[in-house]
């Protein structure tokens, strides 16, 4: 483990080390256009350095007023939870991005400073990435849980009430206006036809997950790894989990609002490895960063897909959630050699009376 006394910042702040190609895209993520003003063009014509990482200088970051009470309260708040992540992080400048080792992968192969850290100039929260390529560690932390990143504010995702061509793209679906509504299921601004399902915790907004009418996903940046639909199991003793935003919806018009959504794909078939532990489950991650909510559920049901993967995600999430609560829901069958795929197939095919009493026989795991 590298000592503690190679984390120093120096003036000038050290580089922002940014890989080529894959991360070149990661720019704007902890680099608003104020802080790393370089263009494509301009980044991809510094050297490589040998570990495959471009090297450059930047300029620091404009200071905002905070109320130092407030200031004070929150670094109190924040400190503690930094600290628990195993970042060392006594020689960060608040309002600086810093380089430090990563707690993760400890500097990768090279032993190498590429956790780009960040603490907010107020204290109210810290973000970071781990630049190596085999890392990628990300993530972000609050002092007040119940304060939103501004960062991912509906302003600054700029998205806007769905258009009528998008209403009547759910409408196909079986899926009402009023449940979109409810969801805060929006559209990006500029008339692309990107769908934005929002993720929120207590309300406010934590990322965003886009999908086109084609069929094309990917989550937004500074998006926290998490369960689509949170809310909407507090206090819950009966949890339906499915494996899309769109199915969780379709939940919903079944009449079944505590529902929550994996936020990506399932994985191809069941691990025979034993199960990492918490810090190193990343492909779960978003399961273990709700775990609390699970704690008073009785009764879990896992609503995924019925295809193999669908299959392959309710074992592994029966096996980090427990098998003893968890139940399977066995889609019905659409002809002789197949069945439904999941739950919107099923509202579409079939309606809202056939889709509940598929959740109602779930069977025990």
Known sequence: MPPTALLHRSPPPPPCLVASNTWLNLLSLECPNTYLPYSAELVSGIPLKSNGFRCFSHPPLSKPTVDMDVEKTDSAKLKPKIEALGVKFESCTPGQFDLLY?????????????????????????????????????????????????????????????????????????????????????????????????????????????????KRFWQGRNTEKMLYGIDDIVDADEIIIVEGEIDKLSIEEAGYCNCVSVPGGAPQTVSVNRIPSKEKDTAFQYLWNCIDYFEKASRIILATDGDAPGQALAEELARRLGKERCWRVHWQRKDESSSFKDANEVLKSLGADALRAAIDKAELY
């Not at 960062?151 to 995702?157: C, F, G, Q």
């Open 102 to 214: 990563c707690p993760k992968c400890k500097g990768g192969r090279s032993i190498q400073r590429t956790l780009s850290f960040h603490i907010s100039q107020s204290w109210s929260y810290a973000i970071w990435r781990c630049f190596d390529l085999q890392c990628g560690w990300a993530g972000q932390v609050f002092a007040d849980n119940n304060k939103e990143n501004p960062r991912v504010s509906r302003e600054n995702l700029r998205l806007e009430p769905l258009d009528n061509e998008l209403l009547g793209y759910f409408a196909e679906r079986m899926i009402s206006k009023e449940t979109l509504q409810r969801n805060n299921v929006m559209q990006v601004v500029g008339g692309k036809k990107i769908i934005a399902f929002p993720y929120r915790r207590n309300g406010q907004h934590v990322g965003c997950k886009y999908r086109t009418l084609d």
